[in-house]
Every structure is written in structure tokens, then in C-alpha cells.
């Protein structure tokens, strides 16, 4: 099924990806690919992970038709993956499970996250608490004022939040600020990247975990509507819920695979999130991939009304799917997804994650264009609840 | 021989080590990186290590993190710290200079264009955090056809094999980083490093500097005694911090001297 066997052993797409870091994690690294390469096929492994993710996340997701809004848009059929159902609301715990299961087998009794929207770093705090482990949690200061609920969630969940002051205080700093803290406590330390991003293993590792959401599409699809999907629609921060639903897809060449980048206030203005639509390639965070950077090589601040995808990079797959054309990247604005947000509330009763809202907002787009025959399925990654002061916010309501 | 090798075979006949101090280019100002680098000299620094500012420092504590905010602040980019390594050179042709950063800015320039315009600058060696051998493969060729010598870390977790991997593509010297942790760090144990020393002494020929965490000449001697060299960063950058722009030169040319004084004493 699969058109390819990437990661290399050395953990490239392509020329994307590798092992960027200081030298002091080199070893950890190694640890964690040694781990990973043996759980990966272990028996054991996999049912406790499958078990856990049925009876604790409460897979697998539903496919959900949405028919009012897709009458009333009028064209192609649109499908939703309910990730938002999951346990803790976001794909994110699909990952967090993975990994703190290595963490555990491991013998790591200690695990750090790093957060932009939250959502990874609830996951991370759930499984935490649910294992014993202590947890500590890395998120700009900007993303902690504000996704306050999620900030407040993690806190009753165990975990100790540490606002990170420094740089642009989004998620690539807390990405940095985690990056010190397991520097500096390697051996104890199990560090849970929430994306596809990162040295290898981890765009790897957290693909795998994902693509849970791409198998079950993969069986739901037929059953549901005699067919695939003529194309699937994401949205790309990091690009981990967009990493799962693909990957299973990647040898269907009849399905498009389109994944959506945050445009913020416009590509033109510069204030955006879209490294594969405006970047270019660099090292950053441990591996090459597509960057937001200027002519020196500094990374540029990013905009986007959603934490979730304000980041300068993408995963090094997709930076890869998007140079062998496998994938299409496209990016929509704030307002965008901002209209898409209200409308999937009203015409489906569904508050999405302004994440999500982004892939649901191009799917609007290209609806009307094609058929009523055709079929778009759209990875509703996230509930939107954590986005409802952000919301009210821009409607210049104070909750 | 190469600027480097000449300097550590000089202090070997004079039974001394190295003293390297570091500090980020373009901190406080553009116009300082210069007569900071003239005053290490004139106090007693063997080699300057000179940081290029990087947005994201994944391997800094706060201190290089905020010097390297300032210097950005102040727009430095690669191109213009090899104009100031340039400007230096016209007065000083023998104290090796080893620009220490991340990848990216590097990338951005292009291998080939930056090690061909660091060997016109008069640039020694280059230490990249985030390359490790096994990335930098054709990085590395650049660097070698343009007379560059890649500094390498070593940490407290590198293992044997990859000692021996970082021991056959390093130039110049080693640099070991002496603790878990990041640049400024506070909890650096002697023994701990003496033993590790002596241990990779056994696949490594280069000359080998010990640095994060070393903060004053008490610390500094005490790592000369098993080491080649010593690196001080943190410290340095905190006194440029503290330091009007009237007196940084002078207050750094006073820090220096005296952590010289404690090593040779």
C-alpha cells in the first residue's frame, strides 16, 4: 500500500528531516530510535496502545456527514473525521499515549511537553497523571493568556506550566525552552513532542501514532459512502493530525491530499504561519525543513489567530510530500477560518478548533466547485472550546 | 600549520593553556564587537570565540539567550560579524578566531559562499551546536578546502563510538562541554569532568577545551590543570551586560586578565 519507506535510517524524506541537535542529545536520540525500532512491531506494545487508545480515548472517531452545511454550500459532500470526540478533545492524546508508553517501557519517570494551543500539552498532563509521571509543560506566555482554559486544565491534571518569556513567547520558544530543559535532565527525562517535527525519530514516531486516524478513515469511508474520498483535507501547523490522516492515504494516488497553512492576516502581509506557501529550507528545532526566515537566517515571527499553527516550521514529511507534489499545500486566513468556525457551529452544531476551522474553511472553498457526487473528508482535529475567549474576543465580547 | 595549531604548540613550550573567552558579536553594539576582541587579547585570551546571534538558542541559558536578543536587536547578521572578524584582522594577524553559532544562518548564507568568505575574513574555525558530524558531511568538505577547522562538542553522554566518530572529523581542538545543560549552568562537578578527560584523552590527539559553567579564575585554573583549554562565556557576557557602553571595554579587559592571572598562577 505505501508508495514509500521513508523515513531513511537516518531519518530523511528526501533531504528533509535528520538529526539537528546539540551534542548532548545525540545519545538520547539513539536511545529513543533503539526503543522505538523495537516497540514498534512488538505485539505487546501495540495492543496495550490500541487497547488504550479504545477504552481511555474512546476510538475509533466517528466520520461524520455534514449534509446542512454541505447543502447549504453546495457542491462536493463534506465528511468530517471526529477527532474532537477523542478524550481530552484534539488528536493530540493519540500521540501522548504512544509515547508515554515508550516513556514507561523506557523506564523515564519524568516527561516534558512543550504546548502552543494546549491541546498537546492537556494530552501530555492526562496520560501523565494517569501513569504516575511527573510532567511539566513548556508554553509561550503569549499562548498561556491566551488559551487560558487549557492552561488552567493542565494545572488541575498534575502538571506544573512554565510560561516561556523569551523570543517571540509562542510555541517555537517553547519548543527551545524544552529542548533546555531535557539537555539539561537527559537521563531522567522523557521528552513527548506534540507534532511530526523534531530530530528523528519523532516525525517518525508521532506519524505512526497519528495515522490511527488514516486507517480507520481508510475502512469508514467504504462503509460509509461506498467509496475513498476524492481528496482529504488537514490543516498544517506542525502538521501531526495532517501526518496521520495522510500517511495511510499516500498510496491512494486517486485521493488528494491537501493540507492547510495558516495565512493569518494574508500571505501578501507577511504576517502568517505558512512555511511550505512562503518559506524556505533551513535547520531548525533538529531537522531541515521548510522555514519562515529571513535573509540571515533568523526565524521570523509568525501570525496566526490560532496557537496551534503559529510556527515557523513544518514537518519535515510534508515538506517533503509537498517537493514530490504528492501533497498540495494551501493556506487560508484568519478571517477564513474565522467564518468557517461560526458556520460549523451553526449550520452542524459543532464548535471546531480554530486549528480545524483553517482545513474546514477550504473545504468551503472548493466545495462549490465540484460535484454533489464528490466526496471531500476534512480531519476535524479539535473541539473548539479552548478558542471561545479568542472568539469572543474578536466579536468584542468579554466572557 | 593552521592559526589554532600554532597557538596551542606555543603554549605547550610555555607550559600554559588556553584561555578562550567568548562573547556574542554585535553585543551591546555593532561598533563594540572589535575593541571587545582587542581588549581579550591585550588581557590574556589565546583564542576568541565569537557567538553569531541566533534567533532560537536551543543550547543557551539566559544570559547568551538575552545577548544574542540584543545583538539581533541591533540587526548583526553572519555577513556583518565577518566584516568585524575582517576589521580585526587588519590589526591582528595570530589569535586564532573560532565563530560559534547554529545551522541555520550558516544554511541561509550557503557552505560554499560562507567558507570561502570566512577564509577571506580571516576566520580560524567554526563551531555549529546543532551540526553534528554525521549532518555536516558536505559542510565539513567546505570547510576543509577553505582551511577552516570544525570545533566539534563532545558531552558527558557522548559515547565511545561516536568519541571516535567526532575525533576523525575534528580540526583545531575539541571543545568538551563540561555538564548536562545549557550555556551558563550551575552545576558543574570537577571530579566528574577530571575523569571523563582523562578518558577521552584516549581517542583524541587535538588539544581539548573544557566549557559551560566555568565561572571564575578559581574554576578556570582548576580546569587548566587537566585540560588544554578553558572556555568562559556566560561570565563574560554578563559583565558586557551589566556594563555601560562607556566602560565595557574596559570592564571585560579587567574580568579577562584577571581569570588569566588565576590560570597562570
Known amino acids: 500500500m505505501q508508495v514509500y519507506d521513508l523515513p531513511d535510517p537516518r531519518g530523511y524524506f528526501g533531504p528533509y528531516g535528520g538529526v539537528f541537535v546539540a551534542e548532548t542529545l545525540m545519545q538520547a536520540l539513539e536511545e529513543l530510535k533503539l526503543a522505538y525500532e523495537h516497540y514498534r512491531f512488538d505485539p505487546e506494545f501495540q495492543a496495550e496502545f490500541t487497547y488504550d487508545l479504545k477504552h481511555y480515548v474512546g476510538r475509533a472517531s466517528p466520520v461524520y456527514y455534514a449534509k446542512r452545511w454541505s447543502e447549504q454550500l453546495g457542491g462536493a459532500r463534506i465528511y468530517l473525521k471526529r477527532e474532537d470526540l477523542n478524550h481530552t478533545g484534539a488528536h493530540k492524546i493519540n500521540n501522548t499515549i504512544g509515547q508515554a508508553l515508550l516513556a514507561k517501557r523506557m523506564g523515564k519517570k519524568r516527561v516534558i511537553a512543550e504546548t502552543g494551543a494546549g491541546q498537546h500539552g492537556v494530552a501530555s498532563a492526562t496520560v501523565a497523571a494517569r501513569m504516575g509521571m511527573e510532567c511539566v509543560v513548556y508554553m509561550g506566555s503569549e499562548d498561556v493568556k491566551r488559551q487560558s482554559p487549557n492552561v488552567f486544565r493542565m494545572k488541575m491534571l498534575g502538571a506544573t506550566v512554565v510560561p516561556v518569556e523569551s523570543g517571540s513567547k509562542t510555541l517555537k520558544d517553547a519548543l527551545n525552552e524544552a529542548m533546555r530543559d531535557w539537555v539539561t535532565n537527559v537521563d531522567s527525562t522523557f521528552y513527548i513532542i506534540g507534532t511530526v517535527a523534531g530530530p528523528h525519530p519523532y516525525p517518525m514516531m508521532v506519524r505512526d501514532f497519528q495515522s490511527v486516524i488514516g486507517h480507520e478513515a481508510l475502512a469508514q469511508m467504504p462503509a460509509l459512502t461506498g467509496r475513498q474520498p476524492d481528496a482529504i483535507i488537514a490543516c498544517v501547523g506542525g502538521g501531526s493530525n495532517a501526518m496521520g490522516i495522510f500517511y495511510p492515504y499516500l498510496g491512494l494516488q486517486d485521493v488528494r491530499l491537501i493540507g492547510v497553512e495558516a495565512a493569518g492576516l494574508g500571505l501578501a502581509s507577511g504576517k502568517h504561519a505558512a512555511p511550505l506557501n512562503a518559506g524556505t529550507p533551513g535547520v531548525l528545532h533538529g531537522n531541515r525543513t521548510y522555514l519562515m526566515q529571513d535573509e540571515n537566517g533568523q526565524i521570523i515571527e509568525t501570525h496566526s489567530i490560532s496557537a496551534g499553527l503559529d510556527y515557523p516550521g513544518v514537518g519535515p514529511e510534508h515538506a517533503w510530500l509537498k517537493d514530490s507534489g504528492r501533497a498540495e499545500y494551501v493556506a487560508v486566513t484568519d478571517q477564513e477560518a474565522l467564518e468557517a468556525f461560526h458556520d460549523l457551529c451553526r449550520f452542524e452544531g459543532i464548535i471546531p478548533a480554530l486549528e480545524s476551522s483553517h482545513a474546514l474553511a477550504h473545504a468551503a472553498k472548493i466545495a462549490p466547485t465540484m460535484h454533489r457526487d464528490q466526496i471531500l473528508l476534512v480531519n476535524l482535529s479539535g473541539r473548539g472550546d479552548k478558542d471561545i475567549n479568542t472568539v469572543a474576543a474578536l466579536s468584542g465580547i468579554t466572557l | ?265
Not at chain 2, 75 to 102: A, E, S, W
Not at chain 2, 206 to 219: E, K, T
Open chain 2, 1 to 265: 600549520m593552521s592559526r589554532i595549531a600554532t597557538c596551542f604548540a606555543h603554549l605547550k613550550q610555555q607550559n600554559k593553556k588556553a584561555l578562550i573567552p567568548f562573547f556574542t558579536a554585535g553585543d551591546p553594539t555593532p561598533s563594540k564587537t572589535v575593541p571587545l576582541m582587542h581588549a581579550m587579547v591585550t588581557a590574556g585570551a589565546d583564542i576568541i570565540e565569537l557567538g553569531v546571534p541566533f534567533s532560537d538558542p536551543m543550547a543557551d541559558g539566559p544570559t547568551i539567550q538575552r545577548s544574542s536578543e540584543r545583538a539581533l536587536e541591533n540587526h548583526v547578521g553572519l555577513k556583518d560579524i565577518l566584516g568585524m572578524v575582517q576589521q580585526f584582522r587588519q590589526d591582528n594577524k595570530t589569535t586564532p578566531v573560532v565563530l560559534m553559532g547554529y545551522a541555520n544562518p550558516i544554511e541561509a548564507m550557503g557552505y560554499e559562499k560562507f567558507a570561502q568568505q570566512a577564509q577571506a575574513a580571516g576566520v580560524d574555525g567554526v563551531l555549529t551546536v546543532d551540526y553534528p558530524p554525521e549532518e555536516c558531511t558536505d559542510f565539513l568538505e567546505c570547510l576543509a578546502q577553505h582551511n577552516l577547522d570544525p570545533i566539534f562538542l563532545l558531552a558527558p553522554t557522548t559515547v565511545d563510538a561516536r568519541i571516535a566518530a567526532v575525533a576523525r572529523a575534528a580540526r583545531g581542538f575539541v571543545y568538551y562541554v563540561s555538564l548536562k545543560g545549557v550555556t551558563g549552568s550551575a552545576n558543574l562537578d570537577l571530579r566528574a569532568v577530571q575523569t571523563r578527560l582523562s578518558e577521552l584523552r584516549r581517542h583524541i590527539q587535538l588539544p581539548i577545551g573544557v566549557g559551560f559553567g566555568i565561572r571564575d579564575g578559581a574554576m578556570a585554573k582548576a580546569m587548566a590543570e587537566f585540560s588544554d583549554a578553558v572556555v568562559i562565556g556566560s561570565r563574560i557576557v554578563q559583565e558586557i551586560e551589566n556594563a555601560s557602553p562607556e566602560t565595557v571595554v574596559a570592564r571585560v579587559e579587567t574580568l579577562v586578565k584577571s581569570i588569566r592571572t588565576a590560570m597562570d598562577s
